[in-house]
């Protein structure tokens, strides 16, 4: 798939390299462009609100750089019984982190903002939304956390994990949208592009692993 208006210019605002994959991956013709704002993460906001706000805060500083152009932004975090786990300061607060998320069930919250402002012969366009997902973490011991802190780098993800790695060392199962634990939901953001004319119709690339997918559950799939 590709871009249907091919004027239309389309920023990803972030530097993830797991949304620029999952982005690609829907055919979208896009320019990286990162915003340099601070971003808020403090440890008792609320999930919800703190990525719309962190989204909101890059959407806006890339919308001034370009106006008329689509931009796309993201915030993901990890929280366990409402208290946000973000990214952890070294090793030693990743292990604590796994240690927290041994055998729970925690919740996966990413901001999204599709936003094109700033060009006068069009109105602006602010679509904003929250997508939640959960999973659930084997009991860990400290053998499997560092078996796993050999596979990836902790220190660069929300709750000290990513879910594209490594998993059958740590999942036990999970429900929602599994490209939204991996940072982008892309389910929601194809059907937003859609009705953009931003995207043909067409299949949405499958992102999920059945071995770990609940499917007791009516957001499984």
Partial sequence: MANRKSNEKFLLASASPRRKELL????????????????????????????????????????AQRPGAWVLSADTTVALDNQVLNKPADLAEARAMLKRLSGRTHTVYTGV???????????????????????????????????????????????????????ELILQKYR???SNIMGLPVEWLAEQLRGLALLPAGEVPIIEDSLFRDDSHPAAR
């Avoid at 403090?42 to 719309?52: I, K, T, W």
């Avoid at 939640?132 to 400290?142: A, G, H, K, N, P």
């Fill in 24 to 63: 690609a991956r829907l055919g979208v013709k896009f320019e990286v462009l990162v915003a340099p704002i601070t971003e808020h993460e403090d440890v008792d906001a609320e999930p919800r609100a703190m990525v719309l706000h962190n989204a909101a805060l890059k959407a806006a500083w890339v919308c």
């Fill in 113 to 167: 903002c599709l936003w094109r402002k700033g060009e006068p012969s069009r109105p602006d366009v602010e679509i904003s939304h929250c997508e939640t997902s959960e999973v659930t973490f084997r009991q860990l011991d400290d053998e499997i956390i560092t078996r796993y802190f050999a596979l990836v780098n902790p220190l660069d993800k929300a709750g000290a994990y990513g879910i594209q790695e490594g998993r």
């Fill in 176 to 178: 929602g949208s599994f």
